[in-house]
């Protein structure tokens, strides 16, 4: 990506740097190639800032099996925050607790099942966890500060 000033960006664009006539570009693909749902999503954003969920927030190891758990949950808790049944920060912390405490437990289970020798009770306990109901989920502060 190139940004407004010429500056190659790798991953991101920063907030207000977007080149207009680049942004005008993808909104004119939109109009001709995406369903008119989607198009109408792009075509309408303007300035200002763009909600990730699902995979687009967090992409979770595949034996975590939690990708379309995620995205629906994520988007229950947002139809939930522009209906003003939960704060801001309410959303926040529920959206970026499961995203973060769902990736690190990925990664401790692939850690615990492919580089270590733990006895089966552990493998058992890893099991368990990852079978928590989402609306019993305790995260920890780690997961949920920002």
Do not use: C
């Amino acid at each position: 990506m190139t940004d407004r000033e010429g500056r190659r960006r790798a991953i991101t664009m920063p907030p207000g740097m977007t080149d207009a006539r680049a942004w005008e570009k993808q909104r004119a693909l939109a109009r001709a190639r995406l369903p008119p749902q989607f198009a109408e999503i792009v075509t309408n954003t303007g300035v200002g800032k763009v909600v990730l969920i699902g995979d687009a927030l967090a992409g979770f190891r595949p034996h975590t099996v939690a990708s379309t758990s995620q995205a629906a949950f994520d988007a229950m808790i947002f139809a939930d925050y522009v209906e003003g049944k939960v704060s801001r920060e309410e959303w926040k912390r529920q959206t970026l607790g499961f995203a973060r405490y769902i990736q690190k437990r990925g990664v401790d289970m692939g850690e615990h099942s492919q580089h270590m020798d733990l006895p089966l009770e552990d493998h058992i306990h890893d099991r368990n966890v990852a079978s928590t109901p989402r609306q019993d989920e305790v995260y920890p502060e780690w997961a949920t500060s920002f």
